[in-house]
């Protein structure tokens, strides 16, 4: 009769699958984990940037309406 011994892994054994689990799942979870704070960090960029951008665009269009709104006193001045 052939018994097999298989005991419990001893600590080279659990080294070694402690290194394949990192492998396996730590490095894709800190590269997924990296992403998304790169992600959300171009996105907080961008935001910024569409912010100041409205801003701008508001400071030009006042700027327009009152240049129009001298234009049109003048023009009641002449009649």
Known sequence: MLVLQMGLPGGPELLIIFVI???VF???LALVASG???YRRG????????EARIEDLE???ERERRSNAGDAEDTDDND
């Open 43 to 50: 996105s907080n960029d961008r935001v910024e940037e569409l």
């Open 36 to 38: 998304v704070v790169l």
């Open 21 to 23: 689990m990192l492998l």
């Open 59 to 61: 400071w030009e269009l």
């Open 26 to 28: 730590g490095v894709p």
